[in-house]
Structures are given as structure tokens and as C-alpha cells.
């Protein structure tokens, strides 16, 4: 099973906002219920093209339309990225992060507590993770 999980760079911090995380961490789960552990196996950029610095924000708010064809395609780019995952974990996510990410089979799991870096943060919702 593989999990992706937003983060700001290689020191794998989270960032809660799935459409505008510069880069995605892919661990591979291995083992079950309190043997669970955690392996990063990479962590791949964003593949939108269409982001620059200040969409880089957790707290950005999408302007577009909802018909906006270029943009829904941007979300479909980390769909493809992504592709190899089970699950994503998110803090936000907006409707077009979800519809790519559920036409490319990658369920969300949303993470509402306050730990900082990735690995704490994916024991705490391992459960969700079946």
C-alpha cells in the first residue's frame, strides 16, 4: 500500500492544502494495526504548471470558475502523479482535487490534528488506512 502526503520539501513538513503542496511524499505501509510502519520511498514534485509562489500558501483560495477546463486539468495532473497511491492525506482538498484524485482510485483521508512532519502524522491516522 502506498500513502501520499503533502509537504513543503525533503524535510518532509506537512502542507494541508493538497492542490497547492509543492511536493507530494510517497511512503510504502507495511505491516498491520500496531505493527504498522512507515517507509518514504520518494517525494515527487507538484506537476502543476500552473502555480507560482503565492498559490504555495495552505490557506489559498481558488478563484476559478467551476467550468474552468485548464485548471481542472492542472488537478488532473496530480491525479496522474499519483496514480500508484492508495490513499492521499489532506488537511483541505477542493472539489477538484477530489474528483481527479477518486478517477484515479486514490481515496483522501482528512487530517485534522496538528503535527508538523509527515510520519507523525500518518500513525496518527493509520487506522483509516485499510
Known amino acids: ?3 501520499a502526503i503533502g509537504v513543503k520539501d525533503d524535510t518532509l513538513t506537512f502542507f494541508g492544502n493538497a492542490g497547492h503542496t509543492p511536493a507530494f511524499a510517497i511512503f510504502d505501509v507495511n505491516g498491520a494495526g500496531m505493527f504498522r510502519s512507515f517507509k518514504l520511498q520518494e517525494v515527487r514534485n507538484n506537476p502543476r504548471t500552473d502555480l507560482d509562489e503565492h498559490d504555495h500558501d495552505e490557506n489559498h483560495q481558488c478563484d ?4 474552468d477546463a485548464e485548471h481542472i486539468a492542472q488537478h488532473f495532473k496530480m491525479g496522474e ?3 500508484d497511491c492508495d490513499y492521499i492525506v489532506v488537511k483541505r482538498a477542493c472539489k477538484n482535487t477530489a474528483n481527479a484524485m477518486k478517477n484515479y482510485g486514490v481515496k483522501i483521508v482528512k487530517y485534522e490534528g496538528s ?3 509527515a510520519d507523525g502524522i500518518l500513525r496518527e491516522v493509520s487506522a483509516k488506512f485499510i
Not at 476559478?64 to 467550468?67: N, P, Q, S
Open 81 to 83: 502523479v499519483l496514480e
Open 1 to 3: 500500500m502506498k500513502i
Open 64 to 67: 476559478h470558475g467551476e467550468d
Open 115 to 117: 503535527s508538523p512532519k
